[in-house]
């Protein structure tokens, strides 16, 4: 391809209203074009890299027994309904009716037609396992679209889905896929690390995600690096410190005038932190919860949402809290009536704790479980933090930013069993097919390629997913030896497979060389005046510091040389 009849134009100003380097980058670089907030078309350079992210997928899945299928983007709303996740992605699923009034969905994913699909298809044990894939384009109504392509409204994703007859041969497939995704990542040159996570929305029980460790990532990951455990925040576990266990006092209440905080209780009655338990308040499918934490914790909502089966979990409002009968700064489940509690279990990690009386200015001092208070339900609520103690081998956890380029789930019978997809077994027994759930997100794979990988002058791509491997760069052009040697060049690296961008514009070399570093393809040659008298082409690599000069007549050997290594 030649520069002059490239479709999409790289730019000299910044961008505005961008945060993150590969959405500047990608912009500047004239790869997409935004046409609304979330919703982007990608032009001719973005489309070659994820047209080559798309395929070495494939290739991958392929490999492991998978079978591709394109589905319907419209998908009736009932099928959503019966499933349960009409409701559970509220606002991000995106309605409509059709000109009958039917009412429809555009599909953020398709485990529920796929799953009435396979049930149509498969009528024994025999017709399993099976690994079915699409590469295909969603859509979510994004609250918050941020970070270019990294959170958007419409995004192409690779969804695949197993299908089997038990768990034995769901961890077969469960870890198949496993292989198959770090074996993309390692082929698109990302360095991705696997965390325990939380299923969200798509359900199920076991659940991992990829990660590629970013600074300007929008995940915490929980990391410890000596055993190597790692987890997404909001699935992460830790060890909790027990505090000093003592035999079981009296209550004993204890006027404390404009203490509200549980940093000024601890200090007005010169107690720690965790020697105290902290009532937070919080709105759960409209129902006011009490929860109760250790003072020297937080809460993680993940958790929280999980332990009450919630579809939507929010604080409550000072309004809610005071029309429940509450008391903000003084409250605790001791004696509380009426109202739904969820404590952690660090409420049994310590004695004689410090909590609110349910009236101003009031605290209890010796108040234990379960001899003053029986929670609703007693869990896991707490956020792992920078610091805390590795459950597994004692180390101090570190916490890193990253963000998600995949996740893998196993699925279990969740939607075999609500959409009816059964098979009968060698018995003729009707049994649930077992279900696995793995996606990768095509264009935000792209992004965090370029977000892991870039310099102060621009995007740095691996070869197998740069939209070409090579800017060939001619100076001077205006002159016939100069463009006739180039021209000879690009034809002779094209013959040999060789991508090629050809920078024919006469244009300063100024421009040239920054929109060659700017677009970040592997390799650059540089055909000029001066180096015709030497009969040489300059080769450098994207990140070399020093370019090489090479005999014309074995330009395309090097040039092969260096993009197989």
């Known amino acids: 391809m030649r520069v002059s009849k490239l479709f999409g134009k790289t730019v000299r100003e910044e961008p505005g209203g961008t945060e993150l380097e590969s959405h500047r980058l990608m912009l500047k670089a004239g790869m997409i074009h935004q046409s609304a907030s979330g919703i982007y078309s990608y032009l001719p350079l973005a489309w070659r890299s994820l047209r080559k992210i798309e395929q070495i997928i494939r290739e991958e899945i392929d490999a492991v027994g998978g079978q591709e299928v394109r589905l319907s983007v419209l998908q009736p709303r009932e099928l959503w309904e019966r499933s349960g996740r009409d409701a559970e992605f509220g606002p991000g699923l995106f309605r409509l009716r059709d000109r009958r009034d039917r009412e429809l969905v555009m599909a953020p994913t398709h485990e529920e037609l796929l799953t009435t699909i396979v049930n149509a298809n498969v009528n024994s044990y025999r017709d399993l396992p099976l690994i079915i894939y699409q590469i295909q384009t969603k859509f979510r109504d994004e609250q918050r679209p941020r970070g270019g392509l990294l959170r958007v409204r419409e995004f192409d994703m690779k969804d695949a889905y197993s299908f089997d007859t038990d768990e034995e041969s769901l961890d077969n497939s469960y870890q198949a896929m496993v292989q198959a995704y770090k074996n993309i990542y390692a082929r698109c040159g990302l360095p991705a690390i696997m965390v325990e996570a939380d299923s969200g929305a798509i359900g199920g029980k076991d659940s991992q995600e990829f990660i590629l460790l970013a600074d300007p990532g929008e995940d915490t990951v929980v990391m410890c690096p000596s055993c190597g455990y790692a987890a997404n925040l909001e699935k992460a576990v830790f060890k ?11 209550l004993e209440e204890v006027h404390t005038p404009g203490v509200k905080t549980i940093a000024d209780l601890a200090g007005f009655l010169d107690v720690p932190t965790g020697k105290t338990l902290k009532a937070v308040f919080y709105m759960a499918d409209g129902e006011v919860v009490v929860v109760a934490i250790r003072g020297d914790l937080e809460v993680n909502e993940i958790k929280l949402t999980n332990a009450l089966g919630a579809r939507e979990l929010r604080l409550a409002t000072p309004e809610e809290v005071r029309d429940a009968g509450l008391v903000a700064g003084s409250a605790s489940p001791v004696g509380l009536e009426g109202i739904k509690t ?18 101003k200015e009031y605290h209890l001092r010796n108040a234990n479980h379960p001899r003053d208070f029986q929670p609703d339900v007693i869990t896991d609520i707490a956020l792992a ?65 370029i977000e892991q990988h870039h310099d102060e002058k621009g995007m ?42 050809y920078d024919d514009r006469e244009e300063s070399a100024g421009v040239k060389f920054n929109d060659a570093d700017l677009l970040g393809l592997p390799l650059r040659l540089v055909v000029s005046p001066r180096n015709l008298k030497q009969n040489a082409v300059e080769i450098k690599g994207r990140t070399d510091s020093q370019a090489e000069m090479v005999p014309l007549e074995s330009t395309a050997a090097r040039v092969k040389e260096l993009l197989s290594g």
């Open 342 to 359: 969820v404590a952690d279990d660090s409420i049994n990690l310590g004695s004689n704790f410090v909590v609110g009386a349910n009236r």
């Open 240 to 250: 909790k410190s027990t505090t000093e266990l003592e035999a079981a006092k009296d």
């Open 460 to 501: 740095v791509f691996a070869s197998p997913i740069a939209p070409y491997q090579v800017s060939l760069i001619g100076m001077n052009v205006e002159q016939q030896a100069v463009s006739e040697t180039a021209e000879k060049l690009y034809k002779e690296l094209t013959s040999k497979g060789v991508e090629v961008l």
């Open 385 to 449: 933090q920078e610091g805390d103690t590795c459950l597994k081998c004692d180390a101090s956890l570190e916490t890193r930013r990253g963000i998600e380029v995949g996740h893998v789930f196993k699925l279990g019978t969740r939607y075999s069993e609500v959409l009816g997809a059964y098979f009968p077994s060698a018995d003729g027994e009707q049994h649930p097919i077992i279900m696995g759930c793995y996606g990768i997100g095509v264009g935000r794979l792209l992004a965090a390629a």
